[in-house]
């Protein structure tokens, strides 16, 4: 990236944020430049709604002189936001006493303070100034002023005894009172993230619905950006949104669909990997993250962290197996969260149902299977740790069982055996399993069972069906049910797979334990059949919170694994980055990177109107191994040389493949340069930190030579150009010398490290 020597390259790289924020720096009524708080007849006469010592020609004391760089001023004409250019060697977080004096003598309620790469947001009235991955839209700004002028106590915001849901009066439970309260005391203290921790079945999303509405009427939130990582959690926080929620208009944005200028927005992670920059900074007041600790790694943090807004993560998983990262980036001290609802006591209070595992059953012991990892083939286990025989009785044993005791859990369950999830290892493995099932039940013709997963046509319309119908009475899936999946009424989990992990082993386990009362439900039964809850310790009366209790020597828990495989970048990817040629033909030919991508997208588009290979590409359709490779052979040949490898090392896209870069080149399909993914891999990394101003201005500094090396080494601060300006001496005094080595190998993992999604 390019260096910012001086203040005037750092405002043309300002200027350019701005137009990206919806700012035309150009037009006079949305940008003054060099705009001297002499001349504040105009605009002086302003009255800031909030803020000490702010109000009509607040000078702040004496007469200030000087220029603003730059004033944002409202569809009125009024200053919104004072900018302080800085050059980008200069720290910005050091201008902070000079802006505040012309921000305060021309009335204007909020500074931003940057050098180009660096973006301060400062609302000196109420906070100190905060990294932030964007400039605010004029609209964004304007919302902030309005919600101050309206701003209540939150303790003057009565918190209801009842709210009605799914047509229901339900009355709130005293837990998730002390939730609200312990949230309403964080930010009044004048915190921005939040971790709530509630067990499965406990109501954490019509608790957050609840609070929502809170911050809705307290004028602390008008936007709210609620994300999940699961359709069945996207359907979930809709219905509920909708349900509790109906004053305030809600959409679900999904791939390929318009955004809407609506107050709560439902969205998938994934979808908003893609969509985030579609969106300033500033556009949500709220962004709420279910299961949390699934949220925050590469891509995914991305997203989550461009928003400066609240933050309020929620996990059903104890906090003892949740990532240091994920308390680091809510700002939990001591690795607790804000609120917390141990699971024993929703046992013992009633609000989730207990259970019992059944006996006498078959035990399938996976015997040096790797018991410690969740590495596994799962095909090749079960190929070597089920057969027909074993499958077979499995089905056979949980059907006798749950029409034996069905009446015994839930009295008022009329048809038998009542809902039941089937947890299978491979997709292969839940055909055969429901197979067997439903040729125990030849009377219902299919009916009793039904596979349920992802590459199912119709696993919506299943799934309603499982919940609302009299059949299928048992489900059965791969993954899909694990989590995220409500149904209030299944009185049987059937394990035909071995977990070891803590945190899935509990979200199973919480497929079962809400409450029914339309049916007496009174218990559940767990048929583990591979004695997965031996593993963890969990019985019918010592309940496994996860706390520790699984098979790891002298009590220590193991460290929890990062979602994703990482794909370490080597020597071969530094050289794919940092060159700027391809090297194609038998000679060696060296080509420029950007002449190569031109040629291959000009190619590309011109075959497309006669290759039936490219046609069918283009209109998103798959080819067939053979069309493969002769479309390949075909762009292989002399004088294109048109190959994944060239194409990788042009792209510099180490994991790209044929069909990816013929998309892009036909535009359906963007590649993002992998300098700006690493720029915002670490404008995320770093928002997620608790960074302060010249820890934050070091890492921008080390984070410009791991763009042009693939990572960071230690060396690197001992040599040009990093020794010139004593980038080691500095570190060791920001960080200290361990916490310095912490901060590059973190930096290294989350920035310059490809993650797979």
């Known amino acids: 990236m390019k260096d910012h020597t001086t203040e005037a390259d750092a405002r043309i790289v300002i200027d350019d944020l701005l137009r990206q924020a919806g700012w035309d720096p150009m037009d006079k009524s949305q940008v003054l430049t060099e705009f001297s708080v002499r001349d504040t007849l105009q605009v ?13 020609n607040s000078a702040g004391g004496g007469i200030h002189t000087g220029k603003a760089d730059y004033v944002l001023m409202d569809r009125r004409g009024r200053p919104l936001a004072v900018i302080e250019a800085k050059r980008t060697a200069i ?39 905060r990294i932030v991955n964007s400039f605010f839209s004029r609209r964004d700004l304007e919302r902030l002023v309005e919600m101050r002028s309206s701003r209540k106590p939150l303790a003057t915001i009565e918190i209801p005894e009842y709210y009605i849901r799914q047509g229901e ?56 950006l609620f994300l999940v990582d699961r359709e069945q959690l996207a359907k979930q926080a809709i219905e509920a949104v909708q349900d509790i929620l109906n004053q305030y208009s809600s959409y679900w944005l999904r791939p390929g669909m318009p955004r809407q200028e609506q107050q709560i927005t439902v969205c998938l992670l994934q979808t908003m990997i893609s969509r985030y920059m579609e969106f300033t900074s500033g556009y949500f007041d709220v962004v709420i993250a279910d299961e949390c600790h699934r949220s925050i790694y590469g891509a995914w943090q991305t997203a989550l962290t461009h928003f400066d807004a609240f933050h309020i993560g929620l996990t059903a998983t104890p906090s003892a197996y949740i990532e240091r990262n994920t308390f680091q ?49 799962p095909a090749e286990f079960e190929r070597k740790w089920t057969n027909e025989d074993t499958n077979r ?16 859990l839930a009295p008022g369950q009329k048809t038998g055996p009542g809902k039941a999830i089937v947890f299978a290892i491979t997709k292969h493995h839940a055909a055969r399993l429901a197979y067997y099932l439903n040729e125990l039940h030849p009377e219902l013709k299919g009916q009793y069972a039904a596979v349920i997963t992802s590459d199912v046509a119709n696993a919506d319309d299943l799934i309603r069906k499982f919940k609302r119908e009299e059949y299928p009475q048992v489900a059965v899936s791969v993954g899909m049910l694990d989590t995220g999946f409500d149904c209030r009424e299944v009185l049987h989990l059937v394990m035909c797979r071995r977990v070891r992990s803590p945190i899935l082993y509990q979200q199973m386990r919480g497929r079962g334990t809400r409450t029914a009362g339309h049916i007496g439900k009174q218990k559940f039964v767990i048929y583990d059949f591979f004695r997965n809850h031996d593993y963890f310790n ?116 180490p994991g790209g493949n044929l069909i990816d870069f013929i998309r892009a080149a036909l535009g359906s399909l963007k590649i993002k340069p992998r300098e700006e ?25 080390l984070k410009n030579r791991g ?20 980038a080691a001496e500095l570190g060791v005094e920001l960080f200290g010398e361990k916490g310095l080595k912490e901060v590059i190998q973190d930096m290294n993992e989350s920035v310059f490290t490809r993650k797979a999604i």
């Open 44 to 56: 002086a006469e302003v009255t800031v709604p909030y803020g000490p010592g702010m109000g009509k």
């Open 393 to 408: 009785k499995m089905m056979q044993e949980f059907d006798r069982l749950a029409w034996e005791n069905y009446k015994e």
């Open 169 to 224: 009066t339900r009355k709130l439970r005293p837990y998730q009172r002390e939730a609200m309260q312990a949230l309403d005391h964080a930010v009044e203290l004048g915190k921005r993230r939040f971790l709530i921790e509630l067990p499965t079945g406990t109501g954490k999303t019509d608790l957050i619905c609840l609070y929502l509405k809170r911050l809705i009427q307290s004028g602390r939130a008008e936007r709210v």
């Open 91 to 129: 720290e910005p977080y050091t201008a902070k006493q000079q802006a505040l004096p012309y921000a305060k003598k021309i009335g204007s309620p909020f500074i931003f303070l940057t050098n180009g790469e660096l973006i301060y947001f400062w609302d000196y009235g109420n906070d100190d100034a």
């Open 538 to 653: 969990d019985t019918d009366t010592d309940i496994f919170t996860g706390a520790g209790h699984d098979h790891i020597s002298g009590g220590e828990r193991k460290p929890p694994r990062l979602p994703g495989d990482l794909i370490e970048l080597g020597l071969e990817d530094e050289w794919l980055h940092a060159v700027t040629y391809v090297e194609v033909g038998p000679e060696g030919e060296r080509i420029d990177k950007r002449d190569y991508i031109t040629n291959w997208e000009t190619a590309i588009r011109s075959a497309a109107k006669d290759h039936p290979a490219i046609r069918k590409v283009r209109q998103g359709e798959l080819l067939t191994e053979d069309e493969e490779k002769e479309l390949a052979d075909l762009l292989n040949r002399p004088d294109m040389y048109f190959n994944e490898e060239n194409l990788r090392r042009a792209y510099r896209q």
């Open 329 to 377: 980036f809510y700002q939990c001290r001591d690795g607790q969260p804000d609120f917390a609802f141990p699971i024993q006591q929703a046992f013992r209070d009633g609000y989730l149902t207990p259970y019992k595992f059944a006996t006498g059953i078959t035990v399938i012991l996976a015997e040096g299977a790797e018991l410690d990892e969740e590495t596994y083939d």
């Open 707 to 726: 763009i042009a090396r693939g990572r960071i080494e230690l060396e690197d601060l001992f040599k040009p150009p990093l020794s010139i300006l004593n």
């Open 677 to 701: 993914e690493l720029m915002e891999n670490f404008q995320a990394w770093l928002v997620a930190k608790t960074m302060s101003p010249q820890q934050a201005q070091y890492l921008s500094l």
